[in-house]
């Protein structure tokens, strides 16, 4: 099975920065895309940016131009730099994928990103 673990969150002053990084292990040739989605308390969970494995990215409209997605050299490794921050971008930050081998959805344990004004 596969699975993900997400770090790098933290407290941040806003204008400040983030890199959150997500290690997918296991059976990784199963899997694709990859995301990072966030929960703000009181919220529901979020697409922040997504990446393919030919290196596709997309963005919420809310963190283009701020955020930026990436993979790492071995591909089961990726990252979310996060610049220019605001307080609305503090929530706990998770990584996704799905498992196309046993149809499942993968979700890390989230990270939490605090963004202080």
């Known amino acids: 099975q596969v699975q993900v673990v997400e770090s790098g969150g933290g407290l941040v002053q806003a204008g400040g920065s983030l890199r959150l990084s997500c290690a997918a292990s296991g059976r990784i040739s199963s899997i694709n895309s990859m995301a990072w989605y966030r929960q703000a308390p009181g919220k529901q969970r979020e697409l922040v940016a997504t990446?393919?494995?030919?290196?596709?990215?997309n963005y919420a409209d809310s963190v283009k131009g701020r955020f930026t997605i990436s993979r790492g050299n071995a591909k089961n490794t990726i990252y979310l730099q996060m610049n220019s921050l605001k307080p609305e971008d503090t929530a706990v930050y998770y990584c996704?994928?799905?498992?196309?081998?046993?149809?499942?959805?993968?979700w890390g344990q989230g990270t939490q990103v605090t963004v202080s004004s």
């Open positions: 996704n994928t799905f498992d196309y081998v046993s149809s499942r959805d993968v």
């Open positions: 990446i393919t494995n030919g290196g596709m990215t």
